[in-house]
């Protein structure tokens, strides 16, 4: 066990692989309501709150695994990227085995939605992290 004194930690970004990196940070961006995306390098940067990025990048493979990426957002947020999903016609499911197609979820006192970006990553919007109480 560690026995030092705690630093703090907090995110700053990561790297998400996309089919297409524009197309994917566009898809986010309009989505969520954010800033149009930066370009820097081979990178489709999203800024995020709290000075969090994402970058988005095209590897050079052929297969690209689905990773899950959950954002928390405030209940005027969460209503807003809904009707957006809806406005644009976003397939969503309120659980991650996408047997409740069409619905959102009200886990952890808070409500919930799961969709996939256009390479195929699942996506989740929350407006309470989990393990919080109502």
Known sequence: ???GSFMTIAFNHAIIAARDRHAAAS????????????LWGPFAIVTLDHGAFIQFAEPDIADIQMQHYAFLVDDSSFDAIYERMLAGGIE???DPQQTLPGQINTNHGGRGV???DPTGHGM??????YG???
Do not use: D, N
């Open 27 to 38: 898809f986010f961006t309009e989505l969520f309501g954010l800033p149009e995306p930066t």
């Open 114 to 116: 799961y969709f996939r």
């Open 132 to 134: 919080s109480s109502a």
């Open 92 to 94: 969503h499911w309120a």
């Open 124 to 129: 989740e919007i929350i407006t309470r992290p």
């Open 1 to 3: 066990m560690y026995k």
